[in-house]
Each structure stands twice: as C-alpha cells, then as structure tokens.
C-alpha cells in the first residue's frame, strides 16, 4: 500500500500501474469525499485505504474529531460521521491512527477503536500507542481486524514474533 497526496481516481491509477495493491488517501477525501465514490467505482472498495488522523475533541458529539496536519490542525468533523460516511461511499479499510497515543507506548486508543468499530464493518487497522503485547490484544479485542506499530519493533522494545504469538494465545487468528 502506498498513500500520500492521493486526490483523483487518475492518481490512483498511476499508483496501481507502479505496483500498489492498495492505495491510501486522508486530505484529498476530506477536501473532496465524492472522490471515494470516484475511486470505488472504477477500481473497487478493496484497493482504497481511509487514512484517518483523530484525536479526542469535545466539541465534537462523539468526543473524538478528525485531524490533518499530523494531528494539530482539526478538520471540524466528528470521527464517526466521518468514518460512517467515508464506508458509506467505499474505502476498504480504515487505518485508524490515535494521534493522542502515538508514540506514547501507553496503549492503543481502546475507546476510539470500539466507537469507530461500532459504526463500520469495514477492516479497521488500529494505529498509535503500542507499547506490549498485551497492547496489541486489546485493540483486537475491541474490534481492530489490524495493528499497526513502529517505533517499539524499530527500536527492539519488542519482537514481532511475540507479538504473533500474543495474539495468538488469546485467540486470533495471525499470519
């Protein structure tokens, strides 16, 4: 998957005739969601990925907004509208990405995964605040088809192996 400044179905195209399987799009759909539309229509649901930066906001009826700018600037919509609507018109999958956990190591936004989960059937890639194992157990427990970490397999905090194998002997099925 490869995503970045993705705004037209001719952007996509050219993506795909490189190589990518899947294509991620954030700003474009905010500035323009018929794109969605656009895309699935003469590619497919399976090849669009929903890049979604949120935090928690409360002004937003849900408490969680969606944002751009790496997280510091809000886009004044509520993430679930937004997550609802963006399945509605056709993204595959929602990359899910907790700008208030990122890079914690704390924990993945459980909360945030849950309420996006409960509004979307779509695969949601949980992403944002992987610290342990048991970290990755419980987004999956509350809804995340997918996680997503960097800095603790890139620094050694923790192995993939074990990660697996965390989930696994909680009862998920891991390739």
């Known amino acids: 998957g490869v995503g970045g400044g993705?705004?037209?179905?001719?952007?996509?195209?050219?993506?795909?005739?490189?190589?990518?399987?899947?294509?991620?799009?954030?700003?474009?759909?905010?500035?323009?969601?018929?794109v969605i539309d656009e895309i699935r229509e003469r590619f497919g649901?399976?090849?669009?990925?929903?890049?979604?930066?949120?935090?928690?906001?409360?002004?937003?009826?849900?408490?969680?907004?969606?944002?751009?700018?790496?997280?510091?600037?809000?886009?004044?919509?509520?993430?679930?509208t937004w997550a609802r609507d963006a399945a509605r018109r056709g993204v595959g999958e929602i990359?899910?990405?907790?700008?208030?956990?990122?890079?914690?190591?704390?924990?993945?936004?459980i909360e945030m995964i849950k309420a996006v989960r409960d509004v979307v059937t779509c695969p949601i890639i949980a992403s944002g605040g992987a610290g342990t194992?048991?970290?990755?157990?419980?987004?999956?427990?509350?809804?995340?088809?997918?996680?997503?970490?960097?800095s603790v397999f890139h620094f050694g905090t923790l192995r993939i192996a074990d990660v697996k194998e965390g989930l696994r002997s909680a009862g998920f099925e891991v390739r």
């Open 95 to 109: 990359l899910l990405n907790s700008m208030d956990a990122d890079g914690t190591k704390d924990g993945f936004d």
């Open 133 to 150: 194992v048991e970290h990755f157990v419980d987004a999956a427990r509350a809804g995340a088809d997918a996680v997503l970490a960097a």
């Open 6 to 34: 993705v705004r037209s179905v001719d952007d996509v195209d050219q993506l795909l005739r490189c190589g990518a399987d899947k294509v991620g799009i954030n700003t474009g759909a905010l500035a323009r969601p018929t």
């Open 45 to 80: 649901r399976q090849v669009l990925i929903l890049s979604l930066d949120a935090r928690r906001d409360p002004a937003m009826p849900s408490g969680f907004g969606v944002t751009t700018h790496g997280g510091t600037k809000s886009a004044g919509i509520d993430l679930l």
